[in-house]
């Protein structure tokens, strides 16, 4: 059983930065896809950035393209995502996904989640 587990959410203020951590268990994650997801209220769940396992391809959404970075650190199984120049808009519950295929933007095709972790960001 795959589980994830976030950490490093906060309240922080504009223009900070914050990385966030997803730590995953149950099995290895070879030909696996992760990715970051985030959902603010009254929205629906959004794409942020998502990574091949093996290879490291990345994509990220164009609205924090240039800003965040998503990584993993395979010995450790750990997933991140390094948000510099934070706004407003980016607040929101950031979820790590999981998917034994290549990334995709669409949230409904990832098949693990983590309880996701509150990032506020203050003006």
């Known amino acids: 059983q795959v589980q994830l587990v976030e950490s490093g959410g906060g309240l922080v203020q504009a223009g900070d930065s914050l990385r966030l951590s997803c730590a995953a268990s149950g099995r290895t994650f070879s030909g696996y896809a992760m990715a970051w997801f985030r959902q603010a209220p009254g929205k629906e769940r959004e794409f942020v950035a998502a990574?091949?396992?093996?290879?490291?391809?990345?994509y990220h959404a164009d609205s924090v393209k240039g800003r965040f970075t998503i990584s993993r650190d395979s010995a450790k199984n750990t997933l991140y995502l390094q948000m510099y120049s934070l706004k407003p808009e980016d607040t929101a519950v950031y979820y790590c996904?999981?998917?034994?295929?290549?990334?995709?933007?669409?949230?409904?095709?990832?098949?693990?989640w983590g309880q996701g972790t509150q990032v506020t960001v203050s003006s």
């Open positions: 996904a999981a998917r034994n295929a290549i990334p995709v933007y669409t949230a409904r095709l990832y098949d693990y």
């Open positions: 990574i091949s396992w093996i290879g490291g391809s990345t």
